[in-house]
């Protein structure tokens, strides 16, 4: 059974980038679509506009592969297909927009060692597939427990899980922006790919390093929890709170709050997407996740 599912009646979203109150480009780039279940946010890096460049170029061509593909699903998918679906048209349309963004990189000197973060969610069902290469994040704010449910791609998270720096020294450190994984840098790139169980008041938030480089979790986690009634005004502080602390550089929210969810699972009809798949991994452009595991 195909059918057409709209999801905007069961999430609510906010958006909201600023540029902070040190640099005058905004390097940031954001993309949400309710009716689909999904949104992108970038954080670009790069000489001049080049950070600018490669974040909007990703957060454009994920958006026009995703839309195509969330657009139109399955209903009643098993959890597993419906999640490898997921899984397998992800790594295609990042693999695509890793191409695109390193051979740009290389032809074209303006935007020479461009490069970005990126970070994903599809909302479908209870479930939250989450897809992020680099170190912008995702939290969620499940009744009252704050909780980071991604891990950093950064030379510092490296260094804590070796045991060679705790939280609170690494919360000092001047390496706070070397990340270990981007998109655009090589020729391939391993996105981390993780499915996370939804509950209804589920609270996801998606943020550049802006806001928690600035920011210390357990104010975000506050902040979020007073105003989670209210997801635009939850924005703006996040944002304020941000530039209050400095605002040393771009900063950017996604706010998703799940207001019911449903044990009805919709799969993406990506038949051709796996075929496409094992022909981007013949190629070897895709490398394979192979710790890939789902995480409640």
């Known amino acids: 059974?195909?059918?057409?599912?709209?999801?905007?009646?069961?999430?609510?979203?906010?958006?909201?980038?600023d540029p902070g109150k040190v640099r005058s480009n905004n390097e940031d780039s954001i993309l949400a679509n309710a009716a689909c279940g999904i949104v992108v946010l970038a954080d670009g890096m790069g000489g001049y506009n080049a950070g600018e460049v490669a974040s909007g170029m990703a957060t454009s061509m994920l958006g026009k592969r995703l839309e195509k593909v969330f657009a139109k699903r399955a209903v009643g998918a098993t959890l597993a297909a419906a999640l490898s679906s997921t899984h397998a048209a992800l790594a295609v349309a990042i693999a695509e927009t890793n191409r695109a963004i390193f051979s740009a990189a290389q032809t074209q000197a303006q935007y020479a060692g461009m490069g970005?973060?990126?970070?994903?969610?599809?909302?479908?069902?209870?479930?939250?597939?989450?897809?992020?290469?680099?170190?912008?994040?995702?939290?969620?704010l499940r009744g009252k427990d704050f909780v980071q449910i991604t891990r950093d791609h950064s030379w510092l998270e490296e260094k804590i899980a070796s045991g060679l720096l705790t939280r609170e020294q690494a919360q000092l450190s001047r390496n706070k922006n070397l990340v270990t994984r981007a998109v655009g840098i090589d020729a391939q790139v391993s996105p981390e790919i993780h499915d996370f169980e939804m509950i209804s008041d589920d609270i996801y938030l998606f943020c550049s390093d802006g806001l928690n480089d600035m920011v210390p979790d357990k104010d975000i986690?506050?902040?979020?929890?007073?105003?989670?009634?209210?997801?635009?005004?939850?924005?703006?502080?996040?944002?304020?709170?941000?530039?209050?602390?400095?605002?040393?550089?771009?900063?950017?929210?996604?706010?998703?709050?799940?207001?019911?969810?449903?044990?009805?699972?919709?799969?993406?009809?990506?038949?051709?997407?796996?075929?496409?798949?094992?022909w981007f991994k013949y190629c070897g452009f895709v490398k394979e996740e192979k710790n890939v595991q789902t995480h409640t």
């Open 1 to 17: 059974m195909e059918a057409v599912m709209q999801l905007d009646s069961v999430l609510e979203i906010v958006t909201r980038t």
């Open 116 to 140: 970005t973060t990126l970070v994903i969610g599809v909302f479908q069902g209870n479930q939250l597939t989450v897809a992020h290469i680099g170190d912008s994040r995702v939290y969620r």
């Open 221 to 278: 986690g506050a902040t979020l929890s007073a105003l989670s009634a209210n997801l635009d005004l939850c924005a703006l502080q996040l944002i304020q709170l941000a530039n209050d602390h400095g605002g040393r550089d771009n900063v950017s929210v996604i706010l998703v709050k799940v207001k019911k969810t449903t044990s009805t699972l919709v799969s993406p009809l990506v038949s051709w997407w796996h075929r496409l798949l094992t």
